[in-house]
């Protein structure tokens, strides 16, 4: 068994790919907090307790605009449904994770997601703590960055137009990092042609949940065929 400090710096080594994105995209979103009127106490609370990335973004517009709370509902639920669905597939590594489970899975984001979803840890007896502290690493880059554009937002001139691309910029990212990673690209080729399809035909405001209900379908078509052929 290693000494947790060894595993703190393997977790903090492995986080770095996130820190260099969330700090950037936290300022971003710390910014475009500020610009609308809200200072750093926000920024701070809703990425320590929200933590939900695009959908911070999109709640910056709920907020000034006044949303309802029945809107802000549909909205975050569509724009974070996706995290039902690969979120799956850590139930298997997370089932013995104990008095980590409930912060792992409230801190499973896209990115970490990437980061741990292979199983690969540096020990099988610190499994758990390794991937708590990837999860933690990562929350605490994202806060940083809301917090530290709040602050640039306060006493600096920015332009916050097109600022709402950086999220989408990170998803390329983390999807390539994948592509490169893995050999297997047929989920990744699933999830493009799936999405593509959807949002041909529903449209670019209602094709998520459906492309996510569609991959699923398929993966698990496509993981039983391999189990029998197996």
């Given at each position: 068994m290693q000494g947790k400090g060894r595993i703190v710096r393997q977790a903090f080594f492995k986080s770095l790919p996130v820190m260099a994105g969330y700090i950037v995209l936290g300022i971003g979103f710390g910014i475009l907090l500020r610009d609308a009127g809200y200072g750093v106490a926000w920024a701070f609370a809703m990425s320590a307790f929200i933590y939900a990335g695009s959908m911070q973004f999109v709640g910056v517009s709920l907020i000034a605009g006044g949303a309802s709370v029945l809107t802000t509902a549909l909205t975050t639920f569509m724009v974070n449904a996706r995290h039902l669905f690969y979120s799956i597939s850590m139930i298997a590594l997370y089932r013995d994770a104990g008095k980590y489970k409930p912060y792992m899975i409230f801190a499973l984001t896209d990115e970490t997601y990437s980061l741990v979803c292979d199983g690969k840890t540096p020990d099988a007896e610190t499994a758990e703590l390794y991937r708590f502290l990837v999860s933690l690493f990562d929350h605490a880059y994202w806060i940083a960055g809301s917090v530290i554009g709040s602050l640039l937002g306060a006493?600096?001139?920015?332009?916050?137009?097109?600022?709402?691309?950086?999220?989408?910029?990170?998803?390329?990212?983390?999807?390539?990092?994948?592509?490169?990673?893995?050999?297997?690209?047929?989920?990744?080729?699933?999830?493009?042609?799936?999405?593509?399809?959807?949002?041909?035909?529903?449209?670019?405001?209602?094709?998520?949940?459906?492309?996510?209900?569609?991959?699923?379908?398929?993966?698990?078509?496509l993981r039983g065929r391999k189990a029998v052929e197996t």
């Amino acid at each position: 068994m290693q000494g947790k400090g060894r595993i703190v710096r393997q977790a903090f080594f492995k986080s770095l790919p996130v820190m260099a994105g969330y700090i950037v995209l936290g300022i971003g979103f710390g910014i475009l907090l500020r610009d609308a009127g809200y200072g750093v106490a926000w920024a701070f609370a809703m990425s320590a307790f929200i933590y939900a990335g695009s959908m911070q973004f999109v709640g910056v517009s709920l907020i000034a605009g006044g949303a309802s709370v029945l809107t802000t509902a549909l909205t975050t639920f569509m724009v974070n449904a996706r995290h039902l669905f690969y979120s799956i597939s850590m139930i298997a590594l997370y089932r013995d994770a104990g008095k980590y489970k409930p912060y792992m899975i409230f801190a499973l984001t896209d990115e970490t997601y990437s980061l741990v979803c292979d199983g690969k840890t540096p020990d099988a007896e610190t499994a758990e703590l390794y991937r708590f502290l990837v999860s933690l690493f990562d929350h605490a880059y994202w806060i940083a960055g809301s917090v530290i554009g709040s602050l640039l937002g306060a006493i600096l001139p920015f332009s916050t137009a097109g600022i709402e691309f950086s999220m989408t910029a990170l998803f390329v990212a983390a999807f390539t990092q994948q592509w490169l990673a893995s050999r297997d690209h047929l989920p990744a080729l699933t999830g493009l042609l799936c999405t593509l399809a959807c949002l041909l035909i529903f449209g670019r405001e209602r094709f998520l949940i459906p492309a996510m209900l569609l991959i699923t379908l398929v993966l698990t078509l496509l993981r039983g065929r391999k189990a029998v052929e197996t």
